[in-house]
């Protein structure tokens, strides 16, 4: 059903609502009601996959700068090799995912259902049986889900995808960016699948973002009472000026049932950049009416952290909380003089190790006794780089950093993970690694509840590359995915690009599903 575009902006002060037009100038109190452009079903994805083309004319972007690098006078006090023993755990499956030599890095994402785990990257996603790891459909362009909405969203792709599998209510929910070449239209196009296939149909939507708000780096997460993204907001078409960060709440319950749908966001200043929202994960909900976590880097000592409530059926009653800071030990970006500087062998560049942001997911769950979040990014672990993680717990009440570590090795360089615990509390991190000698590779570390806190184990080598990236913009994929099979609450998926063969944008992903020894 077609809808006229309702875009605006709501300011709130003590005294009255204002209600301005979306274009104007916007303070860090502002509340933004965006009503979709478009919703529509699909027809179900197995009857119109078809597959992708070996290249795309999708543009390379280069990577939108926020703010000035975060460094630290004082070297990393955490930075610890993993033990050298490899974490106790079994691999399931270690199979080749999707590659191609689409001109865009991959931006590897993978969440695991019932019965199927979807890999998506710029600009494909396939589909496989999570028992065998067989391929059952794909790969095919993103777009193919949401032709039913024709426009940008259904006839482009504009990248940035994200798939998560919603565990509460048994979907898929898949997501990318579709824009003009001036950047000055430009959508969020998101997909919510029917059922638990994700071959079947989906309720599709475009949420538009306006003529000249560029959502960059969009990142979601399924809870309770809202799918939640957050962008980077840029403006001034090409030119590219940071708004901020920009914090959203989709109307999780119209969307699950194909009914027109709201979003409800809070645009930060210019000083907040790279929000992650909370991913629930596991059978244990969070405390009833507990809001949505997000959190951000704020400087060489802190991390910005916000909570988030929206009220759909009265937006100005939404709340979003924040900053608070939470204490960690001292980090360094990596990079931060160069951007690019991840060593390969020749003839391999120097790579971008995007150290500015916490990495996707910030991976949510509820013990009983207590709450974690755990959350990682890449910082300078002395002179090379390595993967600083936290656990902060009690986020509904006082968040605090129960344990936090630096992954480092003296040769060997670590950056872009993912992170995510399992039902008893194991804690997996898988990563990219690399030095002038090792070509990219993916790589594991472990940890169990009883091991010394701040402490990993491993590695375990998912896949030892047998190639190097050249000539690609010195941009490797974005980001990376640690997600948890729903079934048992215990496997974990990782998902990360290496390279067979060296050249040009010719990346492969790996696909790795494992489980600690202790989880049953």
């Keep these: ?16 609502v204002v209600l301005v037009p979306a274009s104007a100038q916007e303070t860090a109190a502002s509340l933004i009601v965006v009503s979709e452009a478009k919703h529509a079903i699909s027809p179900p994805l197995r009857d119109i996959a078809r597959p992708a083309p070996s290249s795309t004319t999708t543009e390379m972007l280069p990577r939108l700068s926020t703010r000035p690098a975060i460094t630290s006078s004082q070297l990393d006090p955490v930075a610890q090799a993993p033990s050298g023993s490899a974490p106790p755990v079994r691999v399931i499956l270690n199979f080749q995912g999707q590659n191609s030599d689409h001109p865009v890095p991959p931006d590897t994402n993978l969440s695991v259902g019932t019965a199927q785990a979807v890999q998506i990257v710029n600009v ?34 504009g990248g940035d995808p994200v798939v998560l599998f919603d565990k509460l209510a048994g979907r898929w929910f898949v997501s990318q960016l579709a824009y003009n070449s001036s ?15 994700a071959t079947g149909t989906y309720n599709v939507y475009d949420f538009p973002f306006g003529s000249n708000r560029f959502p960059d780096y969009p990142k979601y997460a399924v809870w309770p009472d809202a799918y939640y993204g957050t962008f980077n907001i840029f403006g001034g078409g090409k030119a590219r000026s940071f708004f901020g960060a920009q914090a959203c709440a989709f109307d999780r319950a119209r969307m699950l049932n194909g009914q027109p749908a709201t979003t409800i966001c809070f645009q930060q200043p210019h000083t907040i950049t790279s929000l992650l929202p909370s991913d629930l994960d596991g059978s244990t909900l969070p405390p009833a009416g507990a809001p949505n976590f997000m959190l951000s880097l704020a400087d060489s000592t802190d991390l910005n952290f916000f909570t988030f409530h929206p009220d759909f059926s009265s937006p100005v009653s939404s709340a979003f909380t924040g900053p608070m800071l939470i204490p960690v030990a001292s980090f360094s970006e990596i990079c931060a003089a160069l951007l690019a500087c991840i060593p390969e062998p020749s003839p391999g560049e120097a790579l971008d190790a995007i150290s500015d942001r916490l ?33 902060i717990r009690s986020p509904s009440t006082s968040p605090f950093v129960f344990q936090q570590g630096t992954v480092v ?20 991190l898988g990563f990219s690694a690399s030095s002038a000698s090792l070509d990219p590779s993916v790589f594991l570390v472990g940890r169990v509840p009883g091991d010394l806190l701040g402490t990993m184990q491993g590695p375990t080598i998912a896949v030892t590359g047998t190639g190097v990236q050249e000539q690609s913009f010195n ?44 989880c049953s």
């Design 1 to 16: 059903m077609l809808k006229a575009l309702l875009v605006w902006t709501i300011l709130i002060t003590s005294m009255l």
């Design 183 to 197: 950047f000055t239209d430009n959508h969020a196009c998101i997909a919510v699948s029917t059922s638990s296939d």
């Design 359 to 391: 990495m996707f997911r910030l991976a949510y769950r509820n013990f009983g006794d207590h709450e974690s979040l755990v959350v990682n990014h890449t910082v300078a672990g002395g002179a090379l780089a390595g993967v600083r993680w936290y656990e």
């Design 475 to 518: 941009r490797w994929g974005d980001y990376s995915s640690m997600s948890v099979d729903p079934s048992d609450d215990c496997t974990l998926w990782y998902t990360q690009e290496y390279y067979k063969i060296s050249g040009i944008r010719n990346w492969t992903t790996r696909i790795t599903a494992f489980r600690f020894n202790t």
């Design 409 to 428: 090795d003296s040769n060997i360089d670590f950056w872009m993970g993912s992170i995510a615990m399992d039902h008893i509390g194991n804690i997996a």
């Design 124 to 157: 494909t996603f396939a589909v496989y049986d999570k028992k065998t790891g067989a391929r059952v459909l794909g790969p095919t362009l993103i777009h193919t889900i949401f032709t039913a909405l024709g426009g940008l969203c259904g006839t482009t792709d």
